[in-house]
Nanobody, 123 residues
Framework: EVQLVESGGGLVQPGGSLRLSCAAS????????MGWVRQAPGKGLEWVSG????????TYADSVRGRFIISRDNAKNTLYLQMNSLKPEDTAVYLC????????????????WGQGTQVTVSS
């Protein structure tokens, strides 16, 4: 059974940083692309970032490029999202997502996702 468990969310002031983690199990983590999506209050899912199975080919939404960094540790079956220079508009539930192949063909073509971790950016 595929399981994706996010952690690391919380309350942070504008301009601050957070590092999210996603512990994966139930599949061979190193052979699938992974990503992050988010859902702000009252809005739909927004794709944030993606990374290929080997760790290269990172991609970002325009809204977070230059501020967020996605990475993975295949030895630990863990996906990360380093979030810097956070803004109030980054407030959302952040969900870890698994793609059905080694690469990402479409940002919303993930087949599994976790329950999410809440990130709130506020002074």
């Amino acid at each position: 059974e595929v399981q994706l468990v996010e952690s690391g969310g919380g309350l942070v002031q504008p301009g601050g940083s957070l590092r999210l983690s996603c512990a994966a199990s139930g599949f061979t983590f190193s052979t699938y692309a992974m990503g992050w999506v988010r859902q702000a209050p009252g809005k739909g899912l927004e794709w944030v970032s993606g990374i290929r199975s080997g760790g290269g080919g990172t991609t970002y939404a325009d809204s977070v490029r230059g501020r967020f960094i996605i990475s993975r540790d295949n030895a630990k079956n863990t996906l990360y999202l380093q979030m810097n220079s956070l803004k109030p508009e980054d407030t959302a539930v952040y969900l870890c997502a698994k793609y059905p192949r080694m690469t990402i063909r479409g940002p919303y073509e993930y087949d599994y996702w976790g329950q999410g971790t809440q990130v709130t950016v506020s002074s």
